[in-house]
């Protein structure tokens, strides 16, 4: 069997115990047991503990020889001291893969830890047993029911992850939650005892219900094997990447973290765009650029236009977008022409940024600019801007979030109609920190919900949509180049 076809069947167990589990809510085992139950999982659970008979309304097992049935997968929660005896266990059981939620490895900088590790790669081989981790949180497959935290997304979704850190992969998860991505799988797998980083990208490179592949990483295991299936990834998905440990206090980390050694910065990014990936700097600008992969068509070409917010807002705009490497592209003599055949007076006075507060009162919207503008060879990106500030001071309580939602129901249409990019910026969720209280970040929180529904992609701030167009677009003209006419 390929690596692809290893991993698939490993992250559809029809079986799983949690070596470890407990009745505590403190301990982990407790955790992955919930997790199963409260996803859904579609299997067969079974919970090991000697000390207890039962665990969460599940009978508990002494061991995993004592389960009746095959056990296709084990979480295992028992220190690393008890691994290899529980290898043991999984040899006779035939168990297929084991999760080493277990940490205190390699990661310690220890050498009887170390070996410990070593030794546990050799027992797991004699059983032809599949490793992920050790000291990691393993799989969150919404799609089949498993999870390695609360109150992540149970619905399923296409954006895969692979992450040398647990806790990161969890945060990414929520935050890009928030921005409606949703996950077929997310792989955080620490040491990378067995499966390396390569292994996991040609997964995700195959995966159908993939379509994006985020990738977090501290060191990777043999860059020989890496680069080449990150190049085969980004090829036929856009692969994003954040590398772990860029300074020195960084790298510091990283040693105790999951035991890798990071290499130089320079080197690693140069060869991440060799590969036609793109990079990401945190976890915020990942969930940019996912969101951007997963809600626009291709971006071609630079030329932006931008509508929405006063005269300084606009001025900011134009400047934080030509910083990104977008041009703002002045009104063409055609779009000019347009508006003063249709009788708008400041025909030869708009330009682009475009001041809602210069255009409003003369019967024409900064909806019916973007149209212009998307209707223009000149203009490839457009970027709204909704600034609930704004809306207050033009209505008052309730009517702000109605003029909102309009303005949104004409992004869903005007979407339709171009099919250029469209992005919008939208103001972090302001409730009780202004004068308007609740009421402003119910019309924010509102105004998110209402363009996740419309597929429009929004950011907090005019920078970080710039930054993610233009991402977006290197990527695709990378691709486009590599391609040819």
């Not at 149970?154 to 991505?181: D, H, N, P, Y």
């Not at 994006?212 to 990777?220: A, H, L, Q, S």
């Not at 929405?308 to 001025?315: A, E, F, M, T």
């Not at 990019?421 to 308007?436: A, H, K, N």
Request: hydrophobic content about 40%; aromatic content about 8%; proline content about 5%.
């Amino acid at each position: 069997m390929s690596v692809v076809e290893i991993l698939d069947e490993i992250l559809h167990p029809k079986s799983v115990a949690v070596v470890g589990a407990s009745g505590s809510e403190r301990s982990w085992g407790y955790s992955y047991t919930t997790h199963l139950l409260e996803y859904g999982f579609r299997g067969k659970l079974y919970p090991v503990n000697p000390r207890y008979p039962e665990i969460l309304g599940l009978k508990a097992y002494p061991s995993l020889l004592d389960i009746p049935g095959t056990v296709d997968y084990v979480i295992s929660c028992v220190p690393s001291n008890l691994v290899l005896g529980m290898l043991e266990e999984c040899g006779q059981k035939q168990v297929k893969a084991v999760h080493l939620y277990t940490a205190r490895f390699s990661e310690t900088g220890r050498k009887d830890a170390a070996d410990l590790e070593q030794e546990v790669l050799k027992r797991a081989r004699k059983y032809n047993i599949r490793l992920i981790g050790p000291n990691c949180m393993g799989v969150y497959h919404p799609g089949h029911g498993m999870s390695f935290g609360y109150n992540l997304p149970k619905e399923a979704g296409t954006i895969g992850m692979l992450s040398q850190t647990g806790g990161g992969a969890a945060l990414f998860v929520r935050l890009a939650g928030k921005r409606g991505l949703r996950f077929s799988k997310v792989i955080s797998y620490g040491n990378a005892l067995d499966f390396s980083e390569a292994d996991y990208l040609e997964y995700f490179t195959e995966d159908t219900e993939t379509t994006v592949i985020t990738v977090y990483v501290e060191g990777v295991r043999d860059g020989h094997s890496f680069f080449p299936a990150l190049r085969r990834a980004a090829r036929k998905k856009p692969v994003i990447v954040i590398k772990g440990g860029r300074g020195e206090a960084g790298t510091r980390a990283v040693a105790s973290h999951t035991a890798s050694l990071a290499g130089s910065l320079k080197t690693w990014e140069a060869m991440v765009t060799q590969a036609g990936a793109v990079s990401a700097a945190n976890f915020d600008e990942m969930v940019d650029l996912a969101t951007s992969f997963h809600n626009l068509p291709p971006i071609r070409g630079a030329g932006a236009g931008i509508v929405g917010g006063g005269g300084g807002p606009s001025v900011l705009a134009a400047d934080e977008c030509e910083e990104e490497g977008l041009v703002v592209v002045p009104l063409p003599d055609e779009i000019r022409k347009e508006l003063r055949d249709g009788g708008i007076e400041i025909w030869d006075w708009v330009s682009n940024p475009v001041d809602v507060s210069i255009i409003g009162g003369f019967g024409f919207t900064d909806l019916d600019m973007m149209r212009l503008m998307g209707s223009n060879e000149n203009y490839h990106i457009l970027i709204g801007r909704l600034n609930e500030n704004v809306m207050f001071t033009l209505s008052r309580g309730d009517a702000a979030d109605m003029r909102l939602k309009s303005t949104i129901e004409g992004y869903r249409q005007l979407k339709e109609e171009i099919g250029k990019p469209l992005l919008v910026v939208v103001s972090e969720d302001g409730s009780g920190s202004d004068q308007y209280g609740d009421l402003s970040g119910k019309v924010v929180s509102q105004a998110r919900t209402d363009l996740i529904k419309a597929g429009i992609p929004f950011y907090p701030s005019m920078g970080r949509a710039a930054r993610a167009a233009r991402k977006v677009l290197d990527y695709y003209l990378r691709k486009d180049l590599e391609n040819g006419p």
